[in-house]
């Protein structure tokens, strides 16, 4: 559905809402719960975290995008949105195999840090979850763009503020039984339990 | 046989200030507070302060028995823990959910983490986030004070706090209301609507002293983190005064002042260096004037709070002091 | 003159009533001195002696070995017993030359008597103080000669005399300014003329109004200045008193005074210069303050090096209370012994007593964060994370987190309220990483 | 249905020429080994072998500058894993197991004073020289504990004690031990001194009831000269030594320790022996009996397995075996 807006400045204000609605208010980590099996595989480091982050913006925008435009071109124009979450799936496993290849060549260090995490981006809820609700929100390509980058960077976000304290974390005496992921996820909790103060942020 | 001497690194002679000495004067600085809460509220909130401290020292012990560590109760961070919880319920609270508060408090807020000194979070404030909520409609039961002491609370009724009340004519009435149901005057002194302990400003601000001037806590968060809450509604009351509260009303009403003062500074939680403290504090004044401005909730003190204590360990990443010598000088 | 500001600090009550007004008093001879060879920083002297020579006061006994090294003298006539391993105040056994002193009544008789020193050249007073094995009497204990002959490159500007004294319960320098205030000014202008320094300074702490004063009424030369110091412990770290005076900073990372142009002396030093070079004076004797609330009667004393600690503390009147502590230095600094055997060597400032029940407590905590000690680290560090990642072996976090520049002071584990001994973790931390690339340096 | 079929296929057909044109520009080539050498070693990270952590130590495998059996936490079995993978062939190499010198636990060693500080022996030490009275001794506070990767060393009384079941031998601790009492031995039957102190008998016995005092006891007892006690220590040749344990019966302090249960054992065979009765005058234990006239026999329970009397059997009719 196509927006019909003039004014400029509501125009910016209608971007700004969407931004900080994905990022904060509706944190993909943090109050949708998607993508969080990457968010605890990769968050033990800073380092690796904001690599992680990096390249899962650079696929979830890319993908965003493509999805948009097979959404526009292929899918609406033949009738076949049912056939979205194979297209999709499909389209996004070929980019991260893209985005893999493109790391390991370009940094291998990137590379050696991310080790197994970076096929888990092709499985990373996040990625799929947002081509599918861009197409549901009938955004355009200028809001799919903008949605798509606050939603990773929300994913950004929450790993390098997760990262932190796990590194805090990995110096606590913490009880033999909680160690690991289980600490993790209360954390997880407790953190989400926090971005709730956000809600009512964005209508 | 001689006597044996003790041997030790040095340096041989330290300060007398230790951690319980720390937190008794914490909770020293909170008694005025208590004070005003059970003199406003009567008998029901001294139960409450009762009860929040001792379910919170039975599960501390509790856990450090489980856990076969040392049952360090002694060391009052638990009873701080139960006051700030305490004092940040309203009156009319059932006394079950003091005790769950308090159970997430000390057991998920802390002891789960390894106890004293390793908790990321305030554990008073995960305590209160978890009730808030989960029981939003008994956390949002307000009452006046009725202040004949020791009095049991009767009139009770919902969204009575000055920001509360705000809030829901805003989102009815499209603008704040021209009149406003307390005065500063009454908000300072804490003729006012809200939690236990959040009411008198006056009172927590004595504490507040009490502790600045015993160096317990730094001065650099509660002044950065209340100077931009003021600074920021300040600004917005300005661009419109029918949306927007008077700046001075939000630094007196709330958990504010308890907050920047009481629970910000509590020092496992927050960063250890100058500029991280700096940036603690301004985070936490932007993320309250946020939340209280544009958000859901009427107050976001304590939700500003635990955001922050997440980023602290990037803060004590990203802002250490510069070391002797450094720079080169040449 | 403005002074500038180094950062941190602690306020610790400096117990120097004790002390402060009690006259240097004369110990009497031991019938028996254990002298170290090794008082210095470098490697041990050589000894010249053999068991059964006799000796006399102020002979040669051991010759430094190698650059950083320091002569040692006999501190009392008599014959040489032995050279044995004897306790010493690093808390193992060292060798140590052990004289039977004979007589109670030996005095010290000048070999020389040079007038005018100032008139010979510069370089030719390096040896008087090389030959008397002077080192700095402040604790460091780093050879002076060897500090006073800076390398080509490096100009000397500034002379800082450092009468500071900042560690509680010391006197020694106190009373050393009050009683010798001609000498050590006599002793500047010799430093002054080695180094060819322009400016000087006394530093003293406020604490001291009577040593300022004197100190103050007795220079004439108009390059010499006093300075009267806030009391800041630890004002007197070199570092941090280069900072003070002239605002420059020792770079980090193993700078040293000369790379500022500056170069320290401690007072009790500089009235052994003036010893060495006036009178031909070797070291064999030093200040040292016995006190704390552990002694009977705290006194200033004049000790010949090499006498048993127990000795001392007899002649002090002996523990008043339940032993607890017995330290050779200050309290911050000092180094605690288990023997009251161990003799003084030439770093000896102090003889520090403290009773059981003020030292007896040890209840360490985990780290709760607080962030004192970050306040008061006068090097800008971050003792709590050094801590930390030294109880889980992280030294390469350590040494990011600049471990190597700690002076160890001592000022973060005062304040803790933790009670976390944040000085040994961060010794044993640097250690460590010493260790490490020692061995890496092997490979 | 003709349109579901041709969107599938084509963005499927697109994305697998992109990704195969981005294969080849973009090719790494990566040693599939490594990751054949890595499932093969423990994975413990440990350091042992001295490289960082087991990824490194297969990469200089591959490159041959590691041995293959480099991996002393894996053993044997590992290195002739990895020497599949290589397609070589590995020399064997001994197992060894960590030894504490000093048996000085709290009981039985006094304390000089009373130490004040972390629990770290590489920083005690460093304070007065430690508190135990010992200056050789172990000081008790876990530096080795802390620094084993695989748990095999616990403290038990102020004590470090070695679990050599699960000790693979790999010296972590024996770098770590600031006293230097830690040492290798080959995992095998044989006497250990346990104990370090190089002082006189008379100043041991004032702070250790179970320190070696140089008596020369066992230098005297042993039936193979293997003993001999320099700086008033014993120290044991263990090429001469048989872990007969006469040496640990005679020692008055019971400082010499067998490292295992003893496993082998002499068998006489009755066809070969010739009854002159040598190996029965010459067993320390009395383990052989019988009378001339007939085949000499073991006795089980008490032989240690010495292998003295096979020196004096002139018809080779015993042999050692092992037991289990």
Known sequence: ?203 | MKETLILSSSPHIKSPETIPSIMFQVCLALLPAVFVGIYSFGARAAWIILLSILSTLFFEAAAQKIMGRPIAIRDGSACVTAILLALNLPPTVPWWLVVIGSFFAIIIGKQIYGGLGHNPFNPALVGRVVLLISFPAQMTLWAFPSHPLFSTVTDTLSGATPLGWAKTHLITHGAIPATLPFNIQQLFIGQTGGCIGEISALALLIGAGYLLWRKIIPWIIPVSFIATTFFITGVFWMINPHQYLNPVYHLFSGGLLLGAFFMATDMVTNPVTNLGMLLFGIGCGLLTAVIRLFGGYPEGVSFAILLMNATTPLLDRWTRPRVFGEVSNS | MILHHFPGGIHPHDEKELTAHLPIEDAPIPSRVFIPLSQHIGPPAEPIVKPGDPVRVGDKIAEARGFVSANIHASVTGTVRAIRPYPHASGRLAPAIEIESEGEDQVYVPTKDRQDPLSLPPQTLIPFIREAGIVGMGGATFPTHVKLSPPEDKSIHTLIINGVECEPYLTADHRLMLEHTRDIIEGIMYIRYILNASFSFVAIEINKPDAIRMMQNNISDPHIRVISLPKRYPQGAEKQLIKTILGQEVPSGGGLPMDVGAVVQNVGTTFAIYEAIRWGKPLIERITTVTGRGIKTPKNLRVRIGTPVRDIIALCGGWKEVPGKLILGGPMMGINQYDDAVPVTKGTSGVLLLPREEVGEYHPHTCVRCGRCVTVCPMGLLPNFLGVFSEHARFADAERLHLLDCIECGSCTYVCPAKRPLVQMIRYAKGEVLRRRKKVARQ | MLPELISLTGIGFIASIGLGIAAKRLAIKEDPRIEKILEALPGANCGACGYAGCSAFARAVLAEEAPVDGCLAGGVSTGLKVAEVLGKKVEKTERMVAVVACQGTGTYTRQRFIYQGIDNCRAAVNIGGGSKACAYGCLGLGSCQQVCPFGAITIKDALAVIDTEACVGCGICVDECPRDIIHLVPRKVSVQVLCSSQETGKNVRDFCDIGCIGCKRCEQACPFNAITVKNNLAVIDPGKCTACGICVDVCPQQTLKALLPITRQAEIDPGKCISCGKCKRVCPFEAIFGSKGAPYEILTGKCRGCGLCINQCEADAITMTEVL
């Open chain 1, 1 to 203: 559905m196509a927006k019909h807006v003039t004014c400029w400045s509501c125009d910016m204000g209608q971007y700004f809402y969407i931004l900080i609605g994905v990022l904060l208010v509706h944190n993909f980590v943090f109050s949708q719960f998607l993508g969080i099996c990457p968010f605890l595989g990769v968050s033990r480091r800073l380092e690796t975290a904001v690599g992680m982050g990096m390249s899962v913006i650079f696929v979830v925008v890319l993908s965003s995008v493509a999805a948009f435009l097979i959404n526009l071109w292929i899918l609406i124009p033949y009738h076949i949105e049912y056939l979205k979450t194979v297209i999709f799936i499909l389209v996004i496993a070929a980019l991260v195999q893209l985005v893999e290849m493109v790391i390991q060549k370009t940094s291998p260090v990137l590379y050696q840090a991310l080790g197994i995490y970076l096929p888990l981006i092709t499985t990373n809820c996040i990625v799929l979850g947002v081509a599918v609700l861009i197409t549901q929100k009938g955004f355009d390509l200028l809001e799919t763009t903008i949605y798509s980058f606050g939603a990773s960077a929300g994913f950004l976000l929450a790993l390098i503020l997760f990262s932190g304290i796990r590194e805090r974390l990995e110096l606590a005496d913490i009880p033999w039984s909680f160690r690991g992921t289980a600490i993790a996820l209360i954390t997880a909790g407790i953190l989400s339990l926090s971005f709730m103060g956000f809600s009512g942020l964005v209508k």
